[in-house]
């Protein structure tokens, strides 16, 4: 509900939970959560997570940014992309990577850079659900012709604005 409203969007949500099935954190950030964390957990795991949401946040609401040519553009915390006549909307975490592949066209980027990790983190989930978020967002790019990702092996990916 809360992604539901322009009002609130915008805001960043952090599922702090006990259940920690795959499915159910999948769920979860499916219905629009930017981050999960399932018990136990350190409170300073979590003050971690909350400093690179609200990181993402930040980035996600600078507003306008054009790809390139100008003809995808970002609209504020919204996260609409516009493309001639089609709009496209995408998820925080869909908008974080396309800002991070941004003047970036045909470099190879790892998952570190394109999602840090807390110090000393290395999850394997972590780095799948990133993989998730890369791949939808290639579809999404895909189906309005506005470009691709390339997944490579070893959670590596390459952003081209025109495939």
């Known amino acids: 509900m809360v992604r539901q409203h322009a009002t609130t969007r915008h805001i960043p949500i952090i599922m702090l939970t006990a259940i920690g099935g795959e499915a159910e954190r999948i769920a979860g950030l499916d219905m629009g959560a930017d981050d999960y964390v399932v018990k136990p957990f350190s409170p300073r795991e979590v003050v971690s997570r909350v400093r690179a949401v609200l990181r993402r946040s930040e980035i996600s609401a600078d507003g306008d940014t054009s790809i390139l040519d100008g003809a995808v553009r970002m609209q504020g915390p919204y996260f609409a992309v516009l493309l001639g006549e089609r709009e496209l909307i995408l ?73």
């Not at 570190?112 to 998730?132: A, M, N």
């Open 91 to 163: 998820s925080r975490k869909e908008m974080a990577l396309l800002q991070a592949f941004l003047g970036r066209e045909n470099t190879l980027l790892n998952a570190e850079e394109l999602r840090p990790l807390p110090e000393g983190e290395r999850s394997g989930l972590l780095f799948q659900e990133l993989d998730r978020d890369v791949r939808s967002l290639r579809r999404k790019l895909e189906n309005i012709g506005a470009g691709s990702v390339d997944v490579l092996p070893g959670f590596r990916y390459r952003f081209r604005s025109r495939p």
